[in-house]
């Protein structure tokens, strides 16, 4: 491992290190105060709103996934002491801050239209027959200023209408589909699944099929690596831990 790399472990660990094993409380310099679901906690600064409630004695059976700010399962609601505004951020992306009001929210209910991508064409009627309400959009930002990946939700919304598939599969490709625009909006949209559908459209119909995709898809359903697969599921964990640290790794 690369001295780099060894410092960015060392720091990883030193941060996590209160959480993963058990707190030296005289070690930790700085508390702040939060509050979760309405109980005031101290927890040590610094740490991430997912570490904090892990310190406070929560553990997340629901609300919790990568821990990486990948798959949009942490989403949370807070407040300040003291700011009449509602905050909206990924629990394991954001730390936590001094009077923080904090609550999880365990996903987003929202409408998803069954729909077979092979009967839809690329442009405004794919959304005017599984998505209508789309055109109840009041162009408020809410959604845009709700997205913890700053995306411009409201202007994807604006692509969509339009039917400018393009642009909606691009502006929204770093969804991670957390629910969070949805949960602010007024006119009680469902964005991040039409977004989806935008994208699978993009990704059928206007973005050319790179070949070696073709092949290797072809590769696989005629059984090329049967074999080998099948000679990895017998094979001991011991022996796959040593397999994948010898892989060859694509330089970055
Ligand atoms: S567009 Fe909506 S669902 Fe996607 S990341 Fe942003 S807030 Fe989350
Ligand atoms: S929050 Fe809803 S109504 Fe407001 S801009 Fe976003 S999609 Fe449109
Ligand atoms: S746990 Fe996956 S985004 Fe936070």
Not at 101 to 119: G, S, V
Request: proline fraction near 4%; hydrophobic fraction near 35%; charge should be neutral.
């Amino acid at each position: 491992m690369l001295e780099k790399d060894s410092k960015i472990m060392d720091t990883i660990a030193e941060s996590n290190r209160s959480v993963v094993t058990g707190i030296d409380e005289k070690d930790i310099e700085h508390w702040i105060k939060i509050s979760i679901l309405d109980r005031e906690y101290k927890v040590p600064a610094g740490l991430t709103i997912m570490q904090a409630m892990e310190f406070a004695g929560y553990r997340f059976i629901r609300s919790c996934g990568c821990r990486a700010g990948f798959c949009g399962a942490c989403t949370t609601v807070y407040r300040i002491e003291g700011d009449y505004r509602l905050k909206t951020a990924m629990a394991c992306q954001t730390r936590v801050e001094h009077g923080m009001f904090l609550t999880q929210i365990p996903f987003t209910p929202a409408e998803r239209a069954k729909y077979d991508i092979n009967k839809l064409s690329p442009g405004i009627e794919a959304f005017l027959t599984n998505y209508p309400e789309i055109l109840r959009c009041l162009g408020c930002n809410a959604c845009t200023k709700a997205c913890p990946q700053d995306i411009d939700v409201m202007e994807y919304i604006a692509a969509g209408k339009r039917g400018d598939i393009g642009l909606m599969a691009e502006l929204s490709f770093d969804c991670i589909m957390c629910g969070l625009c949805a949960i602010r909006c007024p006119a009680e949209l469902a964005q991040y699944n039409y977004a989806q559908l935008g994208r699978r459209l993009h990704g059928k119909y206007e973005t050319p099929v790179p070949e070696h995709l073709n092949t290797r898809v072809k590769e696989i359903a005629d059984g090329k690596y049967n074999a080998e697969l099948d000679n990895l599921v017998q094979t001991k964990v011991e022996d796959l831990r040593k397999l994948y640290t010898a892989r060859d790794i694509e330089k970055a």
